[in-house]
């Protein structure tokens, strides 16, 4: 199946909203006990209700209510753990629970089919609507991230959750793992992805309930939760302060996230992204990319919230030898003060090994800020990440007075010293709107192939600001599941900045949308027919890799249309139809 795109980006540099959520789940849940443990190698599973009645607001310029009624499944005894991958996109996404069995943890596979992709248990939460006289009015089932906001139910429970804080949403991710916490409660709640529900202003009841499939899988009783709801119909111009104060309890009040400062600050949320308040997943701008699409939901786990706050009581969460399983929560990585000295070497211990996704994204633009109005072109987005075993880590210093930084890779034993570098290229200042940062050079590049894979068009882009957008696979050795730079605000230094550190962590990728000066090609004068995108990386082999054999992915589009009317269709690749 392809997708045939023939509407023209025109590079709004509109910002995602954010809200950020922090979720304290205590003991007096609305929550019903399963009528029975589900087996002992498992964990105990509950649906609860961490309130008895919401209230939501229905803006008059939305489409409708977003169903965030305060419903959470919780774990007790142990943790609920999927690990969800793809051999290649050429097989469907399989899931595996870890159970415990014979004093061992082993893998238990669940039935083909059970997911589709890596954003969650599809049909996981099914809700019903009812009106004051007990008439259904709406029903939907939503998907669930077992990542999504979560919080402790208990206060000798684990001071942070070891899964990561989002499912990825690329539709190029390779493996995830999706867990829920002993002693904690993950949101049911879908977040901005989920579709509003058209509600008029009054009082209703709102019923979920589990699937019969997850509880027949997970041994989950079939004990609904039922929620008061109240809608509040309201217009955006004449609430906005109100808006903002009533959304507190997410954070943010729907300001842009300060991580996109450099890709379009000043611009306010819509009505529509401001109607959807984003309560589940990661940081601000995980998963966004270098761009203005919309970020997972975002929220901040309430262990996460006691860890920067410093209270007394908190225990860090440390690695320990033999930790490679991601659970671990890498401390930051901060510039050296000085450049490195001593002679250059590239020692024998584990390097990162990058590797390119196929481009997705694909569509016609008209040019924008940076490109030629009038011309066509063919604009993606790309993501390079790196499939380890060790972290990309990249030094530029710069010498008072000269316009770029000479930029340097490091390497590190297993104990985490460093032990070698080498000169790597340079870094340079990018004043341009949707960048504003430094960016690393030659750290990709992209093509546009013909049909007999020569090269037809180079992108000028060949420079990239780091940073952990998009977890593509935290299945891989060394992966780990809590990257401090997501978003750019942490990797990419400020115009003054005299040295900056970059780095790219293992099982993590950074997407660069279409949206962005440099993601297109000038296809003005390109005839008709079939191309190849290619995102490549480490064009230049400055990088030092376990292999550089795998660097290169294609992307097949097909070009039609007449000039300024140009259209691109995208074939399914393999088993991925995302254009």
């Known amino acids: 199946m392809s997708t045939t795109r023939t509407n023209r980006l025109r590079r709004p540099l509109l910002v995602g909203t954010t809200a950020v959520a922090a979720v304290a789940v205590t003991a007096g849940f609305m929550a019903a006990a399963p009528d029975q443990a589900t087996a002992a190698t498992g964990p105990k599973l509950s649906l609860v209700a961490a309130t ?11 489409p409708g209510v977003y169903l965030d009624l305060g419903t959470y499944l919780t774990a007790e005894g142990r943790p609920l753990e999927l690990k969800v991958t793809r051999k290649s996109y050429k097989d469907p996404v399989t899931v595996t629970q870890a159970v415990f069995e014979g004093g061992r943890t082993k893998a238990k596979t669940l039935p083909l089919g059970t997911v589709k992709d890596f954003s969650g248990l599809p049909g996981f939460a099914e809700i019903t609507i009812t009106d004051k006289n007990g008439k259904v009015v709406a029903t939907r089932a939503e998907s669930f991230c077992p990542n999504n906001a979560s919080g402790r139910i208990r206060p000798d429970a684990p001071a942070t959750s070891k899964y990561p804080e989002s499912c990825p949403t690329n539709p190029f991710t390779l493996g995830s793992v999706w867990g829920v916490e002993k002693g904690w409660a993950a949101n049911t709640y879908g977040g901005s992805y989920t579709t509003p529900v058209k509600l008029a202003a009054g009082s209703y009841t709102a019923k979920v309930r589990v699937a019969k499939k997850y509880r027949d899988l997970f041994g989950i009783a079939d ?22 104060g009533e959304h507190a309890g997410h954070g943010a009040a729907h300001q842009a996230p300060s991580a996109h400062a450099g890709h379009g600050a000043g611009h306010a949320p819509s009505p529509a992204q401001a109607g959807a308040p984003q309560t589940s997943g990661a940081g601000p701008s995980y998963n966004v990319g270098h761009g203005p699409l919309k970020a997972a939901p975002p929220a901040l786990p309430w262990a996460l919230k006691v860890q920067q706050a410093g ?4 225990r860090a969460a440390g690695d320990t030898p033999g930790q490679t399983d991601g659970s671990r929560k890498a401390p930051a990585l901060t510039p050296r003060s000085a450049r490195p000295t001593g002679t250059p070497s590239v020692p024998n211990v584990p390097k990162p090994d990058l590797r390119s996704l196929p481009a997705y994204g694909i569509t016609i ?14 604009a993606f987005s790309a993501n390079v990440w790196n499939a380890g075993p060790a972290q990309l880590v990249v030094d530029g210093f ?10 340097f890779q490091y390497f590190y034993d297993a104990q985490g010293k460093q032990v070698g570098y080498t000169p790597t290229g340079t870094m340079e200042w990018d004043p341009r709107p949707g960048h504003v940062h430094w960016h690393f050079t030659d750290f990709a590049s992209y093509r546009l192939l013909k049909a007999d894979k020569k090269e037809a068009v180079r992108s000028g882009k060949e420079a990239f600001c780091l940073a952990n957008t998009d977890a593509v696979d935290y299945t891989v050795k060394n992966a780990n599941w809590h990257p401090n730079n997501t978003d750019l605000s942490t ?11 970059e780095v790219l962590d293992v099982g ?13 090609f000038d296809i003005t004068d390109l005839p008709n027919g079939t191309y190849y995108i290619q995102v490549l990386a480490n064009p230049a082999k400055r990088l030092k890799e376990t292999n550089l054999d795998n660097n290169s992915a ?10 300024g009317r140009r259209t691109v269709t995208v074939p399914a690749h393999d088993l991925v139809n995302a254009n």
């Open 311 to 314: 209270r007394a009581g908190f």
């Open 365 to 378: 633009s008209d040019g924008g800020i940076q490109d030629v109005p009038g011309k066509d072109y063919l």
């Open 398 to 407: 710069r010498s008072p007075g000269k316009a770029k930084m000479d930029a």
């Open 508 to 520: 993590s990728g950074d997407t660069y949308t279409q949206d962005l000066p440099g993601q297109s």
């Open 554 to 563: 294609l992307r097949k589009v097909v070009l039609g249309g007449t000039p």
């Open 52 to 62: 008895g009645s919401v209230t939501l607001t229905s803006w008059k310029e939305e």
């Open 491 to 501: 990797a990419c230094g400020q115009e003054n900045s005299i040295s900056v550190r």
């Open 223 to 244: 004990k609904p939760a039922s929620v008061k709801l109240t809608v509040e119909e309201r217009s955006w111009e004449n609430g906005r302060a109100a808006a903002a």
